[in-house]
């Protein structure tokens, strides 16, 4: 199951999961639309992150595709945010069309290092 150990030895703790979004025709003018919409600016890391966001980073790929990377405390905590919040500031900010890949990882390991 996403979002959860299965080793012996971890008794029942939640894993953190991995999404990754790619978007195409999207630019940095609609992310950063959506962030304002959102209450988060990107170039301090200060305003209203959700619950359960653990780290969140966001860039254009080779192919000029704009990507978001995010973990989360579990896949339930996106989905909230999603339908709570995010699902509006995207079409505010000019996103209207679903990502062109959605993937999730269930991580074995999550570190920040010198954090």
Do not use: C
Request: aromatic share 6%.
């Amino acid at each position: 199951m996403l979002g959860r150990t299965d080793s012996p030895d971890a008794g029942d703790k939640t894993m953190a999961a991995e999404l990754i979004l790619e978007f195409e025709g999207v630019t940095t003018k609609e992310y950063e639309a959506v962030n304002a919409e959102l209450g988060i600016d990107m170039g301090t890391g200060k305003g209203d992150w959700p619950d359960g966001l653990q780290t969140h980073a966001a860039g254009l790929d080779e192919n000029g595709h704009f990507v978001v990377i995010e973990v989360w405390d579990t896949p339930e905590h996106q989905a909230r945010f999603m339908e709570d919040r995010l699902g509006q500031a995207l079409a505010k900010g000019g996103i209207t069309e679903p990502p062109s890949r959605v993937t999730w990882i269930e991580l074995v390991a999550h570190h920040r290092p010198g954090g």
